[in-house]
């Protein structure tokens, strides 16, 4: 079992940036997916970006070159720096880490982009 810890949300008026964290409970071993998702209201939860073991990253057409994805693998920690936020950024952004064949969620953190 792998608890998420993610915070880093708040509340930042466009063309803003924050830096969210994700932190697993316990050391990751082997072939394993950590990325960040989010949840508008009214809306399905999408990916936002994900980074595996060896630094391979996949990002949402909506935030390619706003956002970035990175992993310190001695913490188990995985960040999304969000450069450039609009107000249809606003969403409970969950952390999420695929591993073993199963797939794990943090709390979320809400984020919220004002105009």
């Avoid at 697993?24 to 980074?51: C, D, H």
């Avoid at 606003?90 to 982009?113: E, H, K, M």
């Amino acid at each position: 079992q792998v608890q998420l810890v993610d915070s880093g949300g708040g509340l930042v008026p466009a063309g803003g940036s924050l830096r969210l964290s994700c932190t697993a409970s316990r050391t990751i071993f082997s072939i394993n997916t950590m990325g960040w998702y989010r949840q508008a209201p009214g809306k399905q939860r999408e990916l936002v970006a994900t980074i595996t073991n060896v630094g391979s990253t996949n990002y949402a057409d909506s935030v390619k070159g706003r956002f970035t994805i990175s992993r310190d693998y001695h913490s188990d920690t995985v960040y999304l720096q969000m450069n450039s936020l609009k107000p249809e950024d606003t969403a409970v952004y969950y952390c999420n880490l695929a591993y073993r064949g199963f797939t794990y969620w943090g709390q979320g953190t809400q984020v919220t982009v004002s105009s």
